[in-house]
């Protein structure tokens, strides 16, 4: 049975980090993108980062230069480490699999997801 399991999650005071993990069990990631969502109290689901099988990578503008996306396929598993984290960042953060191996930043572009992971950002 494939399944997705974030991790990582937690509280965080401003300006502070997190480094949030994705192991994917049941089907391996190699030859797939994959990405990070999020999704804010209230709030519709949104576009963190994908990396493609080839370890290109993408980001949302408001995570750009903050956040980066990693790989480990020997691990099976994808990694997303967030710095300078703002209260904006505050969400359930989602690992996604992709259906193809080159992916962006569409919901359409994934198959499955995992649970999430809560990330609250506050002082």
């Known amino acids: 049975q494939e399944q997705l399991t974030e991790s990582g999650g937690g509280l965080v005071q401003p300006g502070g980090s997190l480094r949030l993990a994705c192991a994917a069990s049941?089907?391996?990631?190699?030859?797939?993108?994959m990405g990070w969502f999020r999704q804010a109290p209230g709030k519709e689901r949104e576009y963190v980062a994908s990396?493609?099988?080839?370890?290109?990578?993408d980001y949302a503008e408001s995570v750009k230069g903050r956040f980066t996306i990693s790989r480990d396929n020997a691990q099976n598993a994808i990694y997303l480490q967030m710095n300078s984290l703002t209260p904006e960042g505050t969400a359930v953060y989602f690992c996604?699999?992709?259906?193809?191996?080159?992916?962006?930043?569409?919901?359409?572009?994934?198959?499955?997801w995992g649970q999430g992971t809560q990330v609250t950002v506050s002082s």
């Open positions: 990396i493609t099988w080839t370890r290109s990578t």
């Open positions: 049941g089907r391996t990631i190699s030859g797939i993108g």
């Open positions: 996604a699999r992709g259906i193809a191996a080159n992916v962006g930043g569409g919901s359409w572009e994934y198959e499955y």
